[in-house]
């Protein structure tokens, strides 16, 4: 696809749950949610047992118990990107019982309890649209008191790189499958 101009600047930020309260099409949003997922994904499953397991815990859970942390980004009436978040601490909930690197990274959950998972559409990448939404859970966060935040992720990975320039910090790192799973922590108490 392509675009004529800056895809960032017709793309809009909503939270799920007031795009639901005025009525909008749920169902079809968390299709798009879900249509992004998939496509992100860098494996799926061929066994659809395991691949309904791997979308529940990587997505379809924070619908159900966070929903008020799910944003998303439209353009045109249509879903280009999505985040989900978390306020608990990972390592001491069963809901994320199946990661273990939680283990290794406890102690830092402590100050950095939340978490988020954030997606765009390969189309509508490295146009500001993945900022906007995290400013987004970042204010509802601090609303709500939420200290700091975490994301997981791989040394090799680009987005690293988006993350540190929104303030967040390599804290621990643990090795995987011959690389490194990252933790970067983001106190809330700040701007940017
Ligand atoms: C990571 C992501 C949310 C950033 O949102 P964005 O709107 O593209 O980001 P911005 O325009 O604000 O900033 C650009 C930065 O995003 C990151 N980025 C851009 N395209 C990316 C891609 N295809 N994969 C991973 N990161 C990417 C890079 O760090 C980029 O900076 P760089 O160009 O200097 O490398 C978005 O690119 C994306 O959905 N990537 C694929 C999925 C992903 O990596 N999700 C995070 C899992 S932990």
Not at 3 to 9: A, N, Q, R, S, T
Not at 37 to 64: C, G, T
Not at 100 to 120: E, K, M, R, S, W
Not at 144 to 153: A, F, P, Q, R, S
Request: charged content about 20%; aromatic content about 12%; hydrophobic content about 45%.
């Amino acid at each position: 696809m392509s675009w004529i101009g800056d895809p960032g600047l017709s793309v809009t930020i909503h939270r799920l749950v007031d795009l639901e309260a005025v009525g909008r099409d749920s169902a079809a949003l968390i299709a798009g949610i879900e249509r992004i997922f998939r496509s992100a994904a860098a494996r799926w499953p061929d066994d659809p047992v395991a691949a309904r397991a791997f979308q529940e815990l990587w997505l379809s859970q924070y619908l159900v118990y966070e929903r008020e942390l799910v944003f998303i980004a439209k353009s045109g009436g249509v879903v280009v990107g999505y985040l989900v978040g978390c306020r608990i601490n990972p390592a001491t909930s069963p809901r994320f019982a199946t990661l273990g690197y939680f283990q290794t990274f406890a102690a830092y959950c402590v100050d950095y309890p939340a978490h988020l998972h954030i997606n765009l559409d390969a189309d509508f990448r490295g146009h500001g649209i993945g900022e906007r939404l995290i400013e987004a859970l970042f204010s509802q966060l601090r609303a709500d008191g939420v200290i700091g935040i975490h994301v997981v992720t791989g040394r090799e990975q680009r987005n690293v790189g988006f993350y540190r320039r929104l303030g967040f910090d390599e804290l621990v790192a643990t090795p995987r499958g011959g690389g490194e799973v990252l933790f970067l922590g983001r106190r809330l108490g700040g701007g940017y």
